[in-house]
Every structure is written in structure tokens, then in C-alpha cells.
């Protein structure tokens, strides 16, 4: 026997169409059908077929909505940089506290330190900050360790954290920095992690991770580097994802075009060639503006010569420790829409259907029939409330049909 539930009394639903590029649909009075955790059907609630009626779920005559997806996290790591980051206001450079032995370093050296227990206890408090606002499916990556042993704790952290029914995305980073270990060898350490770190991380935790990315930066890793790291993830059956031209053009957008990656991330200095290669070999740009914000940067993401070079491109957090300590989507959204100078409806679906996308999940970050049922509700009197009141703290209510 059936059992259908039915979101009803809704003073409407907001959604991305997957089938029609960058189209968001806004329903007045709309109902939405589900069936063991799937959406049937969307629509106004008058043209809601006989056949799917069923229990009523009251929607309190709030907005529906998908929820967000997070595609670039760094969700767990030891400690936090409150200090640094107040040391930076008072004028203090980031090169003199990694000098210092700060940095990324004082990241790596209290993320080692952490157990297994700490790690998923952090990432817990987390990720209910994160769903509290809004953010129903992120991707996480490792990246905190740079030994493999530290690697292989957060992996498995991770793992427990989607065994107790969070909903992840696992990214391995285990060449996000040159650890100090390996000071004076990149090249060394390259080869350590495609040859013997990737292999291993994999063998103790089957299907954990789905993707692998690597820091292809001027300072940090080549290009070349990043392939050797990129085609040993893919020939263990990881996607590629990477971390690319965000201080300056190194040629990252370039690369993820020719692995086909599923995603280059940050691209503030992506090239016009880079950017073409991208949306042809069909790449998601990950763009991540509360970085820029929190670095004091001025020069964002060519947001709008990615969509006008035929890029879905997507907008993600970037939270970790030392660049951008923020789970705030709406600030994202925000940001995407008066910094980066998309509309409304691509912002939103930046964060919707082509954050989702960048992490091929098509069930994901939409409300039509087959995707995933669990939405959000908002508060507000129209969707774009949620841009236009800037100041405005809006918590939605997370909601599984």
C-alpha cells in the first residue's frame, strides 16, 4: 500500500529546473507529493492529481525550498585561529606568523593531536550549525594532517559521521600544504601521496572518500604536481576536484578542464582561456566569496564571465580554521549576489542545484519529481527576502517528507 505525504498550506515553493539552465520557478500556494524520501510531484496545490492525495503535512504557510549544499568545506580540524586572525588586524602579515610557526601549521599540529572521538565530536557541533542554517548536504574534505596516519583519522571520523546519518561528500587533501616534514622536497612528497599515501587511504577506508583535490597555487604545488596527485586519485576511482588560480593565474582552471574534474575551486584569477575550458569540458566552477571577505581582498571571482562563457557555476562556504571561518549560507548567497553581481536566481541556484552538481548529485538541490524530499521551510514573505534583508538572521525548519 501507498503512502504518500503531502506538504500542503505553503505560501509557496522556490526551485531551481534542472532541465532549463538557470531557471528558478516560484510556485504561489504550491503542494509537493513525496514517497519514501522522494518527491512525486510539484505544483500549485489546486492542480494536485486525485491520485496522489494523501496524508497532510501543514507547511505553515512558509516558503519550501531545497536545501543548500555546502561543495567546499573543511569541516574538521584541531583548534581554531581567533588569535592569529585579531594578530592579522593589528597589522601582523600571514607569511611573519607562518614565521612564526603559525599558520596552517598550528592547524596541523592540534588536528594531529586530536583522536577519532575529538574529531566527530567537532564535526558534530559542526554540522548542526550547518543544518540550523540551511545546509542540508556539504562536502568535506581531509587536508589537516599532512601525515597519513592523521589523514587516515579524519577519514575515519568522516566515515562515522556518515554512519550516524549526515550527509556527506568526503573529499581526500592530503597535498594541501608541504608538510614541514617534507620541507625542501616537494616533489618528494608528490610522489608519496599519488604512489603510497592516496593507495593506502583508500585500502583502510573503502568508499568513504568519493573525490580527491589538491592546493595548485603559486607557493604550493604546480600544476604538474596537481596532475600526478589528480590522475592517481582517478586511477583509484576518485573524482577530481581542485583548488586552483586563487592568488594568481597558475593555469588551475586549465588543468581541471583537461582531467575533466568535477570542479575547480576559488578562480579568482582564473584566465579567459581557463574559463572557456571549463564550461566546454562542462567543469563547475566552486566559487567561494566570504574567502575574498575574510582575506580583506578586493578582487572577486568573474562570476559573470563563467555564466556568460555557458559555466553553471556553483558558490560554496570554504570554511576552515585560517582563510574563511564562516558557516553562514545566507552571508554566501548574499555575497554571490552583491559582490560577484549575480541575480537572485543565480545565486540561489548556485547553491542548489549546481552545488549539487559539482558533486554530481542530481537528486539534490532541487524540488522537481526524483529529488531528494528533504527541504526547507523559510519564514519570509517572498524568497527574496533572504538577500534583500541583509542584516536579517533567517532560520529555516529542515523538513523530511
Not at 593506502?200 to 600526478?228: I, N, W
Not at 588551475?252 to 569540458?281: K, N, P, T, V, Y
Not at 574563511?324 to 559582490?339: H, Y
Request: net charge negative.
Amino acid at each position: 500500500m501507498r503512502h504518500v505525504s503531502v506538504l500542503t498550506n505553503l505560501k509557496g515553493a522556490v526551485t531551481p529546473d534542472p532541465a532549463r539552465p538557470w531557471a528558478v520557478d516560484f510556485i504561489e500556494d504550491a503542494a509537493i507529493a513525496a514517497e519514501d524520501g522522494r518527491i512525486l510531484w510539484l505544483g500549485a496545490r489546486r492542480d494536485l492529481p486525485p491520485s496522489l492525495r494523501g496524508e497532510e503535512v501543514d507547511g505553515g504557510g512558509r516558503w519550501a525550498a531545497p536545501g543548500f549544499v555546502d561543495p567546499h568545506t573543511h569541516l574538521l580540524f584541531g583548534g581554531d585561529r581567533s588569535q592569529e586572525f585579531n594578530r592579522r588586524l593589528h597589522g601582523t602579515t600571514y607569511a611573519e606568523l607562518a614565521a612564526e610557526g603559525g599558520g596552517i601549521r598550528e592547524t596541523v599540529r592540534a588536528t594531529r593531536a586530536a583522536s577519532v572521538a575529538d574529531l566527530v565530536a567537532i564535526g558534530e557541533e559542526r554540522l548542526h550549525k550547518f543544518r540550523a542554517k540551511g545546509v542540508l548536504h556539504l562536502e568535506a574534505k581531509t587536508g589537516y594532517g599532512l601525515d597519513l596516519e592523521t589523514e587516515s583519522r579524519l577519514l575515519e571520523a568522516y566515515g562515522e559521521l556518515r554512519a550516524r546519518g549526515w550527509s556527506l561528500d568526503i573529499t581526500l587533501m592530503p597535498a594541501h600544504d608541504l608538510p614541514p616534514e617534507w620541507a625542501g622536497d616537494p616533489e618528494g612528497f608528490i610522489r608519496a601521496v599519488a604512489e603510497d599515501w592516496q593507495p593506502e587511504l583508500v585500502r583502510r577506508h573503502p568508499g568513504v572518500a568519493a573525490y580527491s583535490d589538491v592546493f595548485v597555487e603559486k607557493g604550493v604545488f604546480t600544476p604538474a604536481q596537481g596532475r600526478t596527485v589528480l590522475a592517481s586519485g582517478q586511477a583509484l576511482g576518485l573524482g577530481a576536484r581542485l583548488h586552483a588560480d586563487e592568488f594568481c593565474s597558475t593555469g588551475g582552471a586549465e588543468l581541471a578542464a583537461e582531467l575533466h574534474a568535477a570542479s575547480a575551486d576559488h578562480l579568482m584569477f582564473a584566465s579567459a582561456a581557463g574559463i572557456r575550458a571549463m564550461a566546454e569540458a562542462e567543469v563547475v566552477p566552486v566559487l567561494l566569496p566570504a574567502t575574498t571577505l575574510f582575506l580583506g581582498m578586493k578582487d572577486y571571482a568573474p562570476a559573470r564571465s563563467m555564466v556568460e562563457a555557458g559555466c553553471r557555476l556553483a558558490l560554496a562556504s570554504d570554511f576552515n580554521p585560517g582563510s574563511c571561518a564562516c558557516i553562514d549560507p545566507l552571508l554566501v548567497l548574499r555575497l554571490g549576489c552583491l559582490q560577484l553581481r549575480l541575480t537572485f536566481e543565480e545565486a540561489f541556484t548556485a547553491m542548489t542545484l549546481h552545488a549539487a552538481r559539482s558533486l554530481r548529485r542530481p537528486d539534490l538541490g532541487h524540488l522537481h519529481p526524483g529529488a531528494s524530499s528533504s527541504l526547507l521551510l523559510w519564514e519570509v514573505k517572498h524568497p527574496l527576502d533572504l538577500v534583500y534583508w541583509m542584516g536579517e538572521s533567517y532560520l529555516p525548519s529542515a523538513l523530511g517528507l
